[in-house]
């Protein structure tokens, strides 16, 4: 059976730039699945790339069509915001990859199984992350502090020690180092 990774981290812990780092290997029996949410695209993020960016009604067709896997509702201050993954088939040839969060994470193990789903739990200082999240959010058109305190704050509990180790395959990466770094621990998770 193919192996999923499901990259996962609290906000600003480095999830897209350790997504793309990966992709930009090349890696032949790696597929990535791309993600929806119905949230605004922020500033450099690309469709198809980052997200899927689509409205309700996109969502909710897919849901009547029962292509849904999994469905997280997040209660922003600008709204509620959706994020979901589609059904997809796996051939045993290939592994996938992709950013989720620990919910979407278990909604995939339900369907293909805890033993073939590899959670890559991205670690980050939390003083690094409130910067990175502040610096980030400062470059929006319309920065939203309160948003940032709110998911700040939501990771806390969504990604206490009993989540995450409620999966059997974790692999953990430190973050707050460079890249390079990253990387070499993808590549050691990934050969074994």
């Known amino acids: 059976m193919s192996r999923i990774f499901c990259i996962v981290g609290k906000s600003a812990s480095g999830k897209d730039t350790f997504y793309k780092k990966i992709l930009s290997l090349n890696c032949p029996h790696l597929v990535p699945v791309c993600c929806y949410t119905t949230r605004?695209?922020?500033a450099g993020e690309t469709e198809g790339i980052d997200y899927h960016f689509?409205?309700?009604?996109?969502?909710?067709?897919?849901?009547n069509q029962n292509k849904l896997l999994e469905k997280r509702a997040y209660h922003t201050?600008?709204?509620?915001?959706?994020?979901f993954t589609l059904f997809f088939e796996t051939d045993n040839?290939?592994?996938y990859v992709l950013v989720t969060t620990l919910e979407g994470a278990s909604a995939i193990a339900d369907r293909y199984g805890m033993q073939n789903v590899h959670i890559v739990y991205l670690l980050t200082d939390e003083r690094i992350r409130l910067l990175r999240c502040i610096d980030r959010e400062s470059r929006q058109p319309v920065p939203d502090y309160s948003e940032v305190c709110r998911r700040f704050l939501a990771d806390e509990a969504?990604?206490?020690?009993?989540a995450i180790h409620r999966f059997t395959n974790v692999h953990i990466v430190d973050t707050g180092t460079d890249v390079e770094n990253r990387i070499e621990d993808w590549r050691k998770?990934?050969?074994?």
Do not use: A, H, L
Not at 77 to 83: D, H, L, M, N, P
Not at 189 to 192: L, P, T
């Open 189 to 192: 998770i990934y050969g074994s």
């Open 54 to 63: 689509v409205n309700i009604y996109n969502m909710n067709e897919f849901e």
């Open 40 to 42: 605004p695209k922020r």
């Open 93 to 95: 040839k290939f592994d």
């Open 77 to 83: 201050t600008k709204g509620t915001w959706y994020y």
């Open 158 to 162: 969504d990604f206490s020690n009993e």
